[in-house]
């Protein structure tokens, strides 16, 4: 079935880059997404790709995608505080339906001053 | 559009008692999705619906947990009995077939004590 995964944490430096890395299982995935999730809040659309891309650029974000490789990466450049949050990896499509979203496990990201 | 719109906020409850969560998806969304946050199983999908209709309910956990989606504008999400192992952040979720984003409520943070 279909499955996504994340590492857990990652820590940075403010005003240093963060790469945040994600697989999936599912070739015929559609749409693949990033969302943040701030302390007690829901999950805030970030930014996506459609699978026929392999990079998108918006603002600070940079998503790459290696479909050959199923990895999804999220870039955030000049990290800032307020970038401390949870981001959850997911894709859409696929073999069973084109609504159904599956999550990854979400990675807390850990900005210092 | 005031966007996707749970209740309650919160819950507190103790355990056997019966818990409904209600969601609201945004007018117009087709697909409803439940989602259940847990420190340790990360975002899971717990059932959704395409035009009222569960489409997939492979993710809810047993039997104690029934959804429904009588129309278009309202689901809900039922336990019972509760147990001390169900507290967790539910999510609700709606998109359409033609929209790239998926929108989150703000959760209901159960907690069964």
């Known amino acids: 079935g279909e499955d996504v995964e994340q590492s857990l944490f990652l820590s940075v430096r403010e005003g240093d880059s963060s790469v945040i890395n994600c697989t999936y299982t599912?070739?015929?995935?559609?749409?693949l997404y990033w969302y943040k999730q701030e302390p007690g809040a829901g999950l805030q659309l970030l930014t996506y790709i459609f699978s026929n891309m392999d990079m998108k650029q918006d603002q600070r974000l940079t998503v790459l995608l290696n479909k050959k490789d199923k990895h999804l990466s999220l870039r955030i450049a000049d990290t800032q505080t307020g970038d401390s949050a949870i981001y959850f990896c997911?894709?859409?499509?696929?073999?069973?339906?084109?609504?159904?979203?599956?999550f990854g496990q979400g990675t807390t990201l850990q900005v210092k001053p | 559009d005031a966007g996707v719109i749970q209740s309650p906020r919160h819950e507190v409850t103790e355990m056997g008692q019966e818990v409904t969560l209600r969601c609201k998806p945004i007018s117009g969304h087709d697909y409803l999705f439940w989602y259940r946050q847990t420190m340790m199983r990360g975002l899971e999908l717990l059932i959704y619906?395409?035009?009222?209709?569960?489409?997939?309910d492979s993710g809810m956990p047993e039997d104690r947990f029934s959804a429904k989606m009588p129309n278009a504008s309202f689901s809900t999400l039922k336990i019972q009995p509760s147990e001390p192992r169900d507290s967790a952040v539910y999510f609700c979720?709606?998109?359409?077939?033609?929209?790239?984003?998926?929108?989150f409520g703000q959760g209901t943070r159960l907690t069964v004590v």
């Open positions: 619906f395409n035009n009222n209709v569960p489409i997939d």
């Open positions: 979720a709606s998109t359409s077939g033609e929209s790239t984003e998926a929108f």
């Open positions: 599912d070739s015929s995935s559609t749409y």
């Open positions: 997911a894709e859409r499509g696929g073999s069973s339906n084109t609504g159904k979203l599956i």
